[in-house]
């Protein structure tokens, strides 16, 4: 009885700050983690920018964890949408300067990471030399922070100012004396190969083989995605034979994977599944994604009966649909007017608690009613609101404007 109304303590505490205009998490009962699901709940909504750092500071967000590093984000993005930049700088320079646990590298290379998500460059490569320049804790440097550097790399590729990258790697590297780190060379390789640029990865690798730094995986699927969008099909196999001949590493599904999605990307989704086929020769386990990204390959090619054939193989071979392969595959059926599969899929996918979102399952919904499967449509609209609660009000309106 004592651990229920614990639990009916917390959930009215986190209606109650839903509902409030203020916050001061510090009189609430809850958890860390169960403070920053409430500030996500409300920076989606939010979109005063005062309010919305109040909610941060409320929080008291830390980089450590992964849900409060999404909260960070969320804030980011709104702010730099709204074009509230000296937001942004403020918030990140306050918590650098008033919190003694967020003077640290760590928190230094996620500023600099969510500079770059707002696009604010110049403020990322400014805290970037600040932390060097100014002895960060009083601590004397030998050398630069390879970390911070790939934080900045990062950065970049971020706000797609992928020409910095370069200037950012050379000068750097030789006015803070830091060794690139294999972390480094990967994501300078992925600068060039999204800025369109991949043919000069090539003299990465050779710098990369003169100082001793072994390539791995992600190092060739970085570049296998860059020729892939420049469609340099001759160098993509030229990568994967340097790949497994000169450095033994074979192709995994992260490999396949890669060039599935490119494939598909580039609407050649039969060449995509004939990679699959070989995918399956060698032995190679697919994984849901591969499958996600043909599915969706193939809607956004208008083939729909080569996605349900896919969606079907798939199943047969013992790979576990995930939510957003139903998810796809019902939003384009119902996009298609093939209401009848896109409900079959449906029910299905919500056996397994397995809900698309909102506009999706409307889309259905409607669809379905329009073309004289009303009671379908009512039943589905019964279920789920039966099984998830969530957006009732919405589905009763749905549900009164379908036909008598």
């Given at each position: ?46 979109t005063n920018p005062e309010k919305i750092l109040e909610i941060c ?348």
């Amino acid at each position: 009885m004592a651990l229920l109304a614990r639990l009916r303590l917390r959930l009215q505490s986190f209606h109650h700050l839903l509902r409030r205009d203020h916050l001061n998490f510090s009189t609430s009962p809850l958890s860390s983690t169960s403070k920053t699901r409430v500030a996500l709940s409300l920076l989606k909504t939010e979109t005063n920018p005062e309010k919305i750092l109040e909610i941060c500071r409320s929080a008291s967000l830390t980089p450590e964890a992964n849900i409060d590093r999404i909260a960070f984000s969320v804030a980011i993005d709104k702010l730099a949408k709204s074009n509230n930049f000296s937001y942004i700088d403020e918030f990140l320079t306050e918590l650098r300067t008033s919190r003694p646990d967020l003077r640290t590298e760590q928190f230094a290379a996620h500023s600099i990471v969510l500079y770059g998500k707002a696009g604010m460059i110049d403020h990322a490569i400014r805290l970037f030399k600040e932390y060097h320049e100014k002895n960060q804790n009083g601590v004397v440097l030998s050398s630069g922070s390879v970390k911070l550097l790939n934080s900045l790399l990062f950065s970049c590729i971020l706000a797609k100012k992928y020409d910095e990258v370069k200037r950012v790697f050379v000068n750097f590297t030789k006015s803070y004396s830091i060794e690139p780190s294999l972390d480094t060379y990967n994501t300078v390789i992925q600068a060039f190969s999204e800025g369109g640029s991949s043919s000069s990865c090539y003299s990465v690798l050779n710098e990369m083989d003169k100082k001793g730094v072994r390539p791995n995986a992600t190092t060739f699927g970085n570049l296998i995605a860059g020729f892939y969008k420049e469609e340099k099909f001759e160098d993509v196999g030229k990568v994967l034979k340097m790949m497994e001949e000169d450095y033994g590493i074979n192709a995994g599904i992260d490999i396949y994977n890669i060039r599935v999605r490119s494939l598909c990307k580039l609407k050649r989704s039969k060449e995509a599944e004939a990679l699959l086929g070989g995918c399956l020769a060698r032995g190679v386990k697919p994984k849901a994604v591969t499958y996600r990204y043909l599915i969706f390959g193939y809607c956004k090619e208008g083939n729909l009966e080569g996605a349900k054939s896919l969606f079907k193989s798939m199943v047969n071979r013992g790979c576990e649909p995930d939510y957003y392969c139903y998810s796809t595959l019902i939003y384009f059926l119902s996009k298609g007017r093939d209401f009848e599969s896109a409900y079959r899929i449906c029910k299905e996918s919500m056996e397994k608690k397995l809900v698309p979102n909102f506009p999706t399952l409307k889309m259905l919904v409607e669809g379905l009613a329009s073309s004289g499967n009303v009671e379908k449509a009512k039943e589905l609209i019964g279920e789920i609101k039966e099984k998830f609660s969530k957006n009732v009000d919405l589905w009763n309106e749905v549900e009164a404007g379908l036909p008598q």
